[in-house]
């Protein structure tokens, strides 16, 4: 093949990891009623006068599966991390000991794990459409070049054997993200 059909090649897979990519991460934002510290990534503090990433001020652990400890590095901070931790809106009632937050991760109901598996499967063909965009940008950057027609033919099918790995994996990464918030 000739050597722009190889760099349009290389952009497209490389557009298509980063849908993978992207779906990976907005899928560690959907619970499976696991506890888990980037449950509250969306969370900030007000610390002087900035908004301030929670993991930027607390060091969160889970001390079990059900349970999230939220320890400050100063303890004047602990109204304002239970303050963020409401407005994040993550439906999560912090206990306060004076020294700490505990945040008790409450059972996920059958009727919301269905919920989940919807918002997974949502995003799931959002990473499908990205990367089937990759596929039809290749195809007409193929077609724009000087080529021999089947040269092109060649790397447009090179380039839909790239789609089919890449659906394939995003299938896979669903799969494994649905029997987790199904597993009780």
Do not use: C
């Amino acid at each position: 093949m000739n050597e722009e059909i190889d760099i349009i090649t290389e952009t497209a897979k490389e557009s298509m990891e980063l849908s993978v990519q992207h779906l990976e991460k907005e899928l560690l934002n959907i619970r499976a009623g696991k506890a888990n510290p980037i449950m509250l990534n969306s969370v900030f503090v007000e610390y002087y006068g900035t908004p301030t990433p929670l993991s930027q001020v607390a060091n969160i652990n889970t001390p079990d599966g059900r349970t999230l400890s939220i320890q400050p590095w100063e303890k004047s901070l602990l109204a304002e991390i239970e303050k963020g931790i409401f407005q994040a809106n993550l439906g999560f009632n912090p206990m306060n000991n004076g020294e700490s937050l505990i945040i008790n991760i409450p059972p996920l109901t059958e009727e919301r794990r269905k919920d989940l598996v919807k918002l997974a499967k949502v995003e799931t063909e959002n990473a499908k459409v990205s990367i089937r965009n990759s596929r039809k940008e290749a195809n007409n950057d193929i077609k724009k070049t000087d080529s021999s027609t089947d040269l092109q033919k060649n790397a447009e099918i090179d380039i839909q054997e790239l789609t089919n790995q890449f659906i394939k994996k995003v299938d896979d990464i669903f799969d494994v993200k649905e029997k987790e918030i199904l597993t009780v």
